[in-house]
């Protein structure tokens, strides 16, 4: 008689493995591709999906996605990991698809993290694509214009999954307390706004979600059949103190308008401070990143050009390396812009100009401005009286580019600050001599 061990015991599932869904209407997210009658829920309803590929970040579902195709589709499914799998398993799987297609069978090939494989390896899907051999799926976390072989991608659908929702990972937390499958059978008790905490810390990712809510409850004081997780016990497992960041997300806007006004009024230790609640709230940094790229032109603009690039480049730290690294390139770049010179020019110009347009939407493109790529237009006169500037000793004429009815409007009225003056100065100099130019003509 064979004897049982400490190791022959059943180690669960994790909660976010358990609960992963199996049919479309238990899959949370991703409306924009999954309502109903949209497009990729027609194509796998339909049983008719052609090759694709799912570009999103983690944790929103591309993988559980796959296999609930592979649970409705009538076609051989094989799943295929880009981490384990080298060209040979390729060649073996293709030439079973091969095999496959002969009889009439569809195969529908799923490639987890397609972004690892490199070009050979994708190149070694690339005929069985063509000729029909293997439908392909790839999931990917990376942009696809640049992780997958042109050619392959030319012949994929791409469907952009994005982040979910706090509130959809806030219904894929209640599921989990009451159904069977995550903590059903026990009573799980949480304070008020704990769940809507969770789903924010998880930045958008079900499975980190999911993850934190487990830990959280295995962790909580349990008596009988009660499990009591409390505040304490939360902040303990997502190492975050509980910041104030409100269920229906005020409390997000009043936090990013304190550090954007804080920069405009040229406060760098407010500014500071109200990045750090942000952040340690468990705000995602590349929201951040956008606002501050926002705010070097909307209001440094070209009083400090150099603003603009520490901002992209904090922002492409963010990026790279996340939290919690980033936040020292978001506070350099928080500092640098509280502390330089300020002017809104670039936005009152694309304001007034923006309400221009709008009223004038019809207004025709001046002919000596319009190209004229075709002998038909040449004989409209398109592109005649043009003057290429480079053609001139200035490098600029008087030419007219504006329609007639605004020709005399004025958008960028420079400030005082900082290089602006350099600015003025120049456009100073180029109006003054357009229109002498204008009055000889």
Request: proline residues 4%; charged residues 30%.
């Amino acid at each position: 008689m064979e004897q049982s061990t400490f190791f022959d015991r059943e180690i669960p599932e994790p909660l976010a493995a358990r609960l992963r869904p199996r049919t479309l209407d238990e899959y949370i997210g991703q409306k924009h591709l999954l309502g109903e009658g949209k497009v990729l829920r027609r194509l796998i309803e339909s049983d008719s999906i052609s090759s694709m590929i799912f570009w999103g970040p983690p944790g929103v579902g591309k993988t559980t996605l796959a296999r609930i195709i592979a649970g409705m589709t009538k076609a051989r499914f094989v799943d295929f990991s880009a981490v384990t799998s080298g060209i040979k398993e390729i060649r073996a799987v293709m030439e079973e698809a091969d095999q496959a297609r002969r009889f009439g069978e569809k195969t529908i090939l799923f490639v987890d993290e397609i972004h690892r494989f490199n070009k050979a390896q994708q190149d070694a899907f690339l005929p069985y694509v063509e000729k029909g051999s293997i439908i392909l799926i790839g999931a990917t976390t990376e942009n696809p214009s640049f992780e997958v072989n042109s050619a392959l991608l030319s012949r994929c659908k791409v469907f952009v999954l994005k982040a979910l929702e706090p509130e959809e990972i806030a219904v894929l937390l209640e599921r989990a307390i009451h159904d069977e499958k995550g903590f059903g059978d026990r009573e799980v008790v949480l304070e008020d706004g704990m769940l809507s905490q969770i789903a924010r810390f998880a930045n958008g990712d079900a499975r980190t979600a999911l993850s934190t809510l487990e830990m959280a409850v295995l962790n909580g004081d349990l008596q009988g059949n009660r499990v009591t997780v409390t505040r304490e016990t939360l902040e303990q497992v997502t190492s975050k103190k509980s910041l104030l960041y409100d269920k229906q997300g005020e409390e997000h806007y009043n936090l990013i308008s304190a550090l954007h006004k804080s920069m405009r009024n040229s406060d760098p230790d407010a500014a500071v401070y109200w990045l750090a609640r942000m952040l340690e709230a468990g705000e995602d940094p590349m929201y951040i990143a956008r606002r501050v790229v926002r705010f070097s032109a909307e209001d440094v603009g070209l009083a400090d050009p150099r603003a603009m690039e520490l901002a992209v480049a904090a922002s492409q730290a963010c990026h790279l390396i996340g939290m919690p690294e980033c936040s020292v390139h978001l506070t350099e770049a928080v500092v640098y812009l509280s502390l330089a010179p300020k002017s809104n020019a670039m936005d009152v110009a694309y304001m007034e100009a923006r309400a221009d347009a709008a009223e004038q939407l019809d207004e025709p493109v001046p002919l000596q401005i319009r190209n004229a790529p075709t002998r038909l237009m040449k004989e409209l006169d398109y592109g005649k009286g043009y003057q290429y500037a480079h053609d001139y000793q200035e490098k600029m004429t008087a030419m007219q580019c504006l329609p007639d009815s605004l020709k005399d409007r004025a958008y960028y009225r420079p400030g005082d600050q900082g290089l602006e003056p350099r600015f003025a100065e120049r456009l100073s100099q180029i109006k003054a001599w357009k229109k002498q130019h204008r009055e000889k003509n």
